[in-house]
């Protein structure tokens, strides 16, 4: 028999989308990619064939800098575009992040709706859990026994209090976390990367995470969609949309976490998300610092349509990349750190 919310979580998960995909859930923050500006090279002294966008990551080797940020899981409607998703990122060489696996924790007969290796066996892959769920009943061996059962190379463990305040009935007992991820940090034998939900990481929370042996950060600051927004919307209750609606410019563009983190921490693996949305974005987050990129809400709009149009956008999110770089004179990721005004 199903512990008594599963089916609660589910049918979250799956409004969850529907909001994301029918409304307008953008922060009233721009992500201040526009701020950001390259020199332009008109004596680049390379050919663009000479550009190779080529990353590393926590060891691992990816094609390109950009990352298939944790959206979905836990439904028969998350099942096809997870598979769509994991087919594009194994052919492209990008990662890919799953969405929270606490359904699954929950519900392990929804495994069909997280599990991608079979189309996946290569592609660097992000399981994820929300990290307030080790105050409400999920224990360091549920998630080991997560991460392996999805053979998982990483683990998001994501922050998001303010999500969990607007969300009726959310989960809002955040004390005593740090000990706890840090208990957590030091029994698994993979790396786990820290990432908000849409408002961002100070340098000084960052700094506590990395003592508690977190390996790395994804700002997922505010600039792309709005979880305060998306649970207000998800309520159906007038007041509390309204509530969450004060709360839609909350949080730090990503630009400048992005540039606040890499000065406090020149050599901890970064990833730039919230509202990284074309190539110029990319080149832009990684000339401020940034090591990996990555991209929610393009991807699920793509994989809600088919396959072919997740990998058109990857295509022309790699493209914009390398014209960026050949734009700077960059051959290499490397030296669009140098071409950053």
Not at 118 to 147: C, E, H, K, T, W
Request: hydrophobic share 50%; proline share 4%; net charge negative.
């Amino acid at each position: 028999m199903l512990q008594p919310g599963i089916h609660a979580t589910e049918a979250r998960k799956a409004r969850h989308l529907d909001v994301c995909l029918d409304d307008d859930v953008a922060s009233t923050l721009d992500a201040g990619w526009s701020g950001v500006r390259l020199r332009h090279e008109a004596l680049p002294e390379i050919a663009l064939d000479d550009v190779d966008c080529a990353a590393r990551f926590l060891g691992f080797r990816l094609r390109a800098p950009i990352l298939i940020s944790s959206m979905t899981g836990g439904t028969a409607r998350a099942a096809e575009l997870n598979l769509r998703l994991a087919e594009a990122a194994e052919a492209s060489g990008i990662a890919m992040g799953l969405g929270s696996g606490r359904a699954l924790i929950e519900n392990p007969a929804l495994m069909h709706t997280f599990d991608v290796r079979a189309v996946a066996p290569q592609a660097v892959l992000f399981a994820n859990i929300g990290a307030v769920s080790l105050n409400y009943g999920i224990g360091i061996d549920d998630v080991q026994r997560m991460i392996a059962e999805l053979r998982a190379d990483a683990l998001f463990l994501h922050l998001n209090p303010l999500q969990e305040a607007l969300q009726p009935g959310g989960d809002t007992n955040f004390r005593g976390l740090l000990p706890k991820i840090a208990e957590l940090c030091a029994a698994l034998d993979v790396p786990v990367v820290a990432k908000s939900v849409g408002s961002g990481i100070s340098p000084v929370t960052a700094a506590r995470l990395l003592d508690a042996g977190v390996a790395g950060i994804d700002t997922a600051a505010a600039g792309g969609t709005s979880w305060a927004r998306v649970e207000g919307k998800r309520s159906g209750d007038d007041g509390r949309e309204a509530l969450a609606e004060t709360f839609a410019g909350w949080g730090q563009p990503t630009a400048e976490a992005v540039c606040a983190l890499r000065a406090r921490f020149p050599s901890m693996p970064l990833i730039a998300s919230g509202g990284v949305r074309t190539g110029v974005d990319i080149a832009r987050a990684i000339a401020l610092g940034a090591d990996l990129c990555g991209l929610a809400l393009p991807f699920l709009e793509a994989a809600t349509i088919s396959r072919a149009a997740v990998d058109e956008l990857i295509g022309a999110l790699v493209e914009g990349l390398r014209i960026a770089m050949f734009a700077t004179g960059s051959a290499t990721l490397a030296g669009l750190r140098r071409a950053l005004l």
